[in-house]
């Protein structure tokens, strides 16, 4: 299995490939959001964490065009928020097909539980 972990700060991807390789997921780390959505199908990840305070307006294109099926089929994506997401956004994201947002890496944890146990 492949993740994607697209974010500029170092400790934010290096705590989410620690938490993906822990897991069983190679990981594929991009700090340009706009490269890593060049390069989506090729690599054909089974799942994405995008942070999406450093990317605020380009976080919903890459979703999108994933969601289109050119980045995979049932392509898991999260968004990552320091703070945690607001409602607008979470709408946002809801409408667009996100699997998940979370502002701690414990709630990521949790939300990654299940898809390994049933991959």
């Known amino acids: ?15 989410l490939d620690t938490i993906l390789k ?7 780390i991009y700090k340009w959001l706009l490269k ?3 390069n989506i199908e090729e690599i054909q990840p089974d799942l994405i964490v995008v942070s999406s305070s450093e990317y605020p307006r380009h976080w919903k294109t890459l979703v999108q065009f994933v969601k289109s099926g050119i980045g995979g089929d049932n392509v898991s994506i999260y968004l990552y928020e320091p703070t945690p997401v607001s409602a607008e956004d979470e709408e946002k994201a809801r409408i667009l097909g996100v699997t998940g947002c979370f502002s701690d ?13 049933n991959p």
């Open 36 to 38: 890593a959505l060049d």
């Open 105 to 117: 890496f414990e709630d990521f944890k949790k939300l990654l539980t299940p898809l390994v146990n």
């Open 1 to 15: 299995m492949k993740a994607l972990i697209i974010s500029e700060d170092e400790k934010v991807y290096s705590t």
């Open 22 to 28: 822990e897991a069983a997921y190679d990981t594929i």
